[in-house]
Nanobody, 115 residues
Framework: IQLVASGGGMVQPGGSLRLSCAAS????????MGWYRQAPGKQRELVAG????????YSADSVKGRFTISSDNAENTVYLQMNNLKPEDTAVYYC?????????WGKGTLVTVSS
């Protein structure tokens, strides 16, 4: 299973970015897909995710009201719309999928929020 992420970049505080992640390969029985991030000197943390069968979403308190995760099950793709970005959102963002009990990770995409 491969996860290919795109959409990172640099934006000013208050700006928006949209990340996308497409899964390919032996895609069946996806349990969750979502996003984690890791800032310099910090541990990787959950940003947001979606339960694939029900569509239920969840997110970290730090991004509630600003980030929205959505999915296209037919395309095995998950999106992360990030609004009102703050400098503390600067991190490498990683796509993640839990499939048949195994965690899969995409290559990270860098998001930099700076004036």
């Amino acid at each position: 299973i491969q996860l290919v992420a795109s959409g990172g970049g640099m934006v000013q505080p208050g700006g928006s970015l949209r990340l996308s992640c497409a899964a390919s390969g032996a895609i069946f029985n996806i349990y969750t897909m979502g996003w984690y991030r890791q800032a310099p000197g910090k541990q990787r943390e959950l940003v947001a995710g979606v339960m694939w069968s029900s569509g239920r979403t969840y997110s970290a308190d730090s991004v509630k009201g600003r980030f929205t995760i959505s999915s296209d099950n037919a395309e095995n793709t998950v999106y992360l719309q990030m609004n009102n970005l703050k400098p503390e959102d600067t991190a490498v963002y990683y796509c993640n999928s839990l499939v048949r009990g195994i965690d899969y990770w995409g290559k990270g995409t860098l998001v930099t929020v700076s004036s």
